[in-house]
């Protein structure tokens, strides 16, 4: 079985600090993850993924997020928050064994307070 | 929203009615996929098609019901049987298969209400 976790509903960060939004993953072999970021009423877009490889992930708008193995934790990072990046984010997995869906975090609601 | 298009954007039904929501895409995809979303659960699966003309159930595929005929569509029917429909759909896609590397793609949802 796969799951994925984000155990922050709210982050809240003042414009210009480093963000981060955790999330940790259970597979049973290797995995594939993402993170996407979705704003009101809106489709989620795609940030980044980790496929192989480099551990840090560089993505979309400057975000980046890095595969931590040991701690089975995928957490997205950004140096300098913007107000602009006020929005929900998803953390996904998938095992790279078998051939099952992604499966999707609950979500964390990202507050940048200008 | 990535070459998927949902409609209607806004749906309204009454108890009993079945609905359909459009899922289109136009990026050769082969995989497409149904979400639910709720406030606080996140996004839930509901089916998905991996190829013409087949699919599988999803975590939440009661009272739901789709076909693949083409490889550009993947309707969703809410059925009278859903208890509780209300939510936001989302349809999305992907070029591999559900367990490929590939990410996903997702159009701009469609918010169905139950009056």
């Known amino acids: 079985a796969q799951s994925v976790a984000q155990p922050e509903d709210q982050v809240n960060v003042a414009e210009g600090n480093p963000l981060t939004v955790k999330c940790t993953y259970s597979?049973?072999?290797?995995?594939?993850l993402f993170w996407y970021v979705q704003y009101p009423n809106r489709g989620l877009q795609f940030l980044l993924k980790?496929?192989?490889?480099?551990?840090l992930v560089k993505g979309s708008y400057g975000f980046e997020a890095e595969f931590n193995k040991s701690q089975t934790s995928f957490h997205l990072k950004k140096p300098s928050a913007l107000v602009s990046d006020s929005a929900l984010y998803f953390c996904?997995?998938?095992?790279?064994?078998?051939?099952?869906?992604?499966?999707f975090g609950k979500g964390t609601r990202l507050s940048v307070i200008a | 929203d990535g070459g998927i298009t949902q409609s209607p954007k806004y749906l309204f039904r009454k108890e009993g009615q079945n609905v359909t929501l459009s899922c289109e895409q136009n990026?050769?995809?082969?995989?497409m996929y149904w979400y639910r979303q709720d406030p606080g659960q996140g996004l839930r699966l509901i089916y998905y098609?991996?190829?013409?003309?087949?699919?599988q159930k999803g975590d939440i595929a009661e009272g739901y019901s789709v076909s693949r005929e083409k490889k550009e569509s993947f309707p969703l029917t809410v059925t009278s049987a859903q208890k509780n429909p209300t939510a936001f759909y989302l349809c999305?896609?992907?070029?591999?298969?559900?367990?490929?590397?590939?990410?996903?793609?997702f159009g701009p949802g469609t918010r169905l209400t139950v009056l």
């Open positions: 098609s991996q190829i013409v003309n087949d699919f």
């Open positions: 990026l050769n995809h082969d995989a």
């Open positions: 996904a997995v998938r095992d790279k064994r078998g051939n099952t869906p992604l499966v």
């Open positions: 980790y496929i192989t490889g480099d551990n």
């Open positions: 999305a896609s992907s070029i591999d298969g559900a367990g490929g590397r590939g990410e996903q793609f």
């Open positions: 597979v049973s072999g290797n995995p594939y």
